[in-house]
């Protein structure tokens, strides 16, 4: 209920006395979502969202290398952190609304180098050196894309502040 509280304003009428019955037309007109409050839910929604985008990128690289996924990744391409859509956001709206955080410059470079990893993983899979595409996969590209999730929650919480 605290939910809708926040996100519908509406003001409190008494049940009795002159403005009785309560006046649905007059409290209808101000069910507006408070601009503010609306920003930053807007905010949260969108790192929420590039959560799930990276959780789901993360799992489609770890299903083709350890082959339960005949999806053919290009190297060239994987190493691009702006081309992945949480990299777009990240390069386009999320830094115009977030770019100001000290956690953004950090989720960017941490980004970028989370894409150079997973690049790496996948030709080392393409070369048949499936050893080093699992040690690079579960090492720093893990712990690169750990570091993702971990500023991600933290833009989200200083964000909203």
Request: overall charge neutral; glycine content about 6%; aromatic content about 6%.
């Amino acid at each position: 209920m605290g939910f809708f509280s926040r996100l519908l304003r509406t003001r409190e009428q008494a049940r009795s006395g002159p403005e009785a019955p309560w006046d649905q037309e007059d409290n209808a007109s101000e069910l507006v979502l408070d601009a503010e409050y609306a920003d930053h839910l807007a905010m949260e929604m969108e790192i929420d969202a590039g959560l799930a985008l990276h959780e789901r990128w993360r799992a489609r690289l770890e299903d083709m290398a350890m082959g339960r996924s005949q999806e053919v990744m290009r190297p060239e391409l994987v190493c691009l952190d702006h081309r992945c859509r949480l990299g777009r956001w990240l390069h386009g709206a999320g830094h115009a609304r977030l770019g100001h955080h000290t956690a953004f410059g950090m989720l960017v470079a941490r980004h970028k180098y989370f894409h150079q990893q997973a690049a790496l993983v996948v030709s080392l899979f393409q070369d048949g050196d499936l050893a080093q595409s699992h040690k690079v996969l579960n090492g720093s590209c893990r712990h690169a894309s750990n570091q993702v999730v971990l500023l991600l929650k933290e833009l989200k919480n200083s964000a909203v502040r």
